[in-house]
């Protein structure tokens, strides 16, 4: 047990499941950090321990050793006390807060983790990249509860994931949010109790004291590089590579997901898991009879997203917002595949009039706006052909052959990063510009996706 | 004079200090003095006049006295009085109004509050009120929640399905070995 020496000890200042790949020797940081202007915790890196919070900790002895209470490594699942079949009031059951806490100080100490809920900043493309860190949330603490708080749009995304709990709406981008929201907002995240609260906002001062404010019990959030004050509301904080996650692709929750995966005593670093989607029956369902009605058969459409709108529910992201095609390149496209049906999904009912005239009968337009629409398409096609819009990512989860046009190389590598694996053809454009993507080369990769053989 | 109101009321006994010094025995006919000049200032001037006549007219509306002044304004002068009346409402009176004003207001509100059914309104039962005395209500979420949770489910089944036909076929295919063995 314990192989590693510098794991022997467990602080009771600053429990160890905070800082777990540091072993500092006893420093003298509070001497310098918190009262010189020069030593800025911010300017030296994210993961060094953030002395704002206890400037006498001093960092783990070595010298103390504990007895491990927990030597099998990860946290079980909740204990729960037995149903008593036999009470004549039947089974009791209080609600959340008012039940007789279970936990004791050694999970505390381990920092198991029961409740967890994650603040989502963006819309349905940040937060279907979020799939993977909560999957991996649910991997490394066995028997937590994921709760997510997002806006309205990201909320709808929840419906292709099975690890969430509950999904409420509050959007943490609003700078000037109703009082009355946000006090509720508060009462819900105190009244659940949550041991983990992540958030994917660059937080500034208002946003680490609303996280603050929810008396969590670790506290974690992206901060911005220049704002010193709001890392004293956080236990852990991020200093992001640029302000906008987004830009980082597929990978934008890196640094969430090395501190979550982290390796903690006999435990060892987390995986992270693949982005998966999962589509219910009824979902399936009701989107197959919205296809057939369209005169699409299962398994015989190419599902085409990315038509040039001003809804807001073209599923962009918001690290590249020149994703949209207009309607006649698509068109143009559209003309080329012979295989199968073309199925040009629309963010809003305008957009259809236009295409009827550019496109005509060649392909069924159809109205999507939920992600658990779209995903649940793409399941039943043939294939995708897509910007770089949400419908790549869930191309990609389910397997499906997918084109995908792109601005740029470099924007193409950030957010489709194991293309060639994944059955992806990626074609960018070389300008940086959309608009100026090579259409030829979308045709021929379009036919190629046409003959790929469908066991649907 | 035209207006009878108009006659000074300082002329109820009951008022003048003279009648300060009564006695306990005389209270009584003071007190019943006091209501009468209430009620009516013309009953003063008949007792005044003697007592001849017993006969006492009640007014079957009480003249309630109120003051009202109408004044006639010339420049550089003294304001001239052109009209002046007075109606002065009694204790009891002013506690009758507003008992009055205040229960019409209970009234009112229990009768227009009661109009409208509070669990009948739009918003109460489109977030999902039922009628019970519970104002929060979930049930969009808890729909959700159970839908997820069933998705869960049916993952999970999928799961354990593909794990059971894989674990079948290398059984068969266990079994086509021991036959080819023997």
């Known amino acids: ?456 | 004079m035209a207006l009878p109101v108009l006659k000074p009321h300082a002329l109820c006994s009951a008022f003048q200090p003279s009648n300060s010094k009564i006695n306990h025995n005389q209270l009584p006919r003071a007190l019943g003095h006091l209501g009468q000049c209430r009620w009516s200032s013309h009953s003063l001037n008949l007792e005044k006049r003697g007592r001849r006549s017993l006969a006492r007219h009640l007014n079957a509306l009480p003249d309630f006295p109120l003051m009202a002044i109408m004044v006639q304004h010339v420049e550089g002068t003294r304001d001239w009085i052109v009209h002046k009346s007075i109606w002065h409402l009694s204790d009891a009176s002013i506690k009758n109004v507003y008992i009055f004003y205040f229960m019409f207001t209970v009234w009112g509100c229990c009768f227009f509050a009661s109009m409208e059914d509070p669990y009948d309104r739009d918003d109460y039962r489109s977030q999902g009120g039922d009628g019970t005395a519970h104002w929060w209500y979930d049930k969009q979420e808890d729909i959700e929640q159970a839908n997820r949770a069933e998705l869960y489910r049916e993952e999970l089944i999928e799961e354990i399905e593909q794990k059971v036909g894989a674990l079948r076929e290398i059984e068969e295919a266990i079994g086509k070995e021991e036959q080819l063995v023997k």
Request: contains cysteine; proline residues 8%; hydrophobic residues 40%.
């Open chain 1, 1 to 456: 047990m314990a192989s590693l020496p510098h794991l022997h000890s467990l602080s009771f200042h600053s429990p160890s499941y905070l800082h777990p790949t540091k072993s500092k020797s006893p420093s003298y940081q509070f001497l310098t950090m918190p009262s010189s202007p020069s030593a800025s915790p911010f300017t030296v890196s994210a993961k060094e321990k953030n002395p704002w919070l206890d400037p006498f900790d001093p960092g783990e002895d070595p010298g103390m050793e504990i007895n491990d209470p927990f030597p099998e490594g990860k946290q079980q699942e909740d204990p729960r006390l037995p149903d008593n079949p036999t009470n004549p009031y039947g089974f009791l059951k209080f609600p959340q807060g008012f039940n007789v806490e279970l936990a004791d100080l050694a999970s505390k100490l381990r920092g198991d983790v029961r409740r967890c809920c994650c603040l989502m900043s963006g819309g349905v493309y940040e937060n279907l990249l979020y799939f993977p860190v909560i999957q991996l949330i649910k991997n490394r603490y066995p028997g937590v509860e994921i709760d997510i708080i997002a806006s309205a749009r990201g909320k709808q995304t929840y419906e292709i994931n099975k690890n969430v709990r509950w999904a409420n709406v509050y959007d943490i981008d609003d700078k000037f949010p109703v009082p009355a929201e946000y006090t509720d907002m508060i009462g819900v995240l105190k009244n659940n109790y949550y041991d983990l609260v992540l958030s994917t906002k660059v937080a500034g001062f208002a946003h680490a004291a609303f996280m603050f404010m929810s008396s969590a019990r670790d506290k974690v959030s992206y901060v911005y590089p220049d704002v010193n004050i709001s890392g004293l509301f956080l236990t852990e904080y991020f200093i992001p590579p640029n302000l906008n996650l987004s830009e980082s692709g597929y990978h934008m929750y890196d640094q969430m997901i090395e501190w979550l995966g982290r390796p903690v005593k006999n435990i060892p670093k987390e995986p992270v898991p693949p982005l998966k989607v999962s589509i219910s029956k009824k979902l399936r369902a009701h989107v197959a009879e919205k296809y057939t009605e369209a005169g699409a058969q299962k398994g015989k459409y190419v599902v085409i997203h990315g038509i040039q709108s001003d809804s807001v529910a073209s599923m962009q992201s918001r690290g590249d917002t020149d994703s949209l095609l207009p309607i006649e390149l698509w068109a143009e496209i559209v003309k080329e595949i012979s295989d199968a049906k073309p199925v040009i999904v629309i963010p809003h009912e305008k957009e259809r009039e236009e295409l009827e005239e550019t496109v005509g009968d060649a392909a069924a337009i159809l109205f999507m706006t939920t992600p658990g629409k779209l995903a649940a398409l793409i399941e039943d096609s043939a294939g995708v052909i897509c910007t770089n819009t949400a419908a790549v990512q869930l191309a990609l989860a389910r397997d499906k052959p997918c084109v995908a046009l792109f601005s740029s190389e470099e924007k193409a590598k950030l957010f489709v990063p194991d293309a060639e694996v994944k059955n992806c053809t990626v074609i960018a454009s070389k300008t940086g510009k959309l608009i100026d993507i090579d259409v030829e080369a979308a045709k021929a990769a379009v036919k190629c996706l046409g003959k790929t053989p469908v066991f649907a």
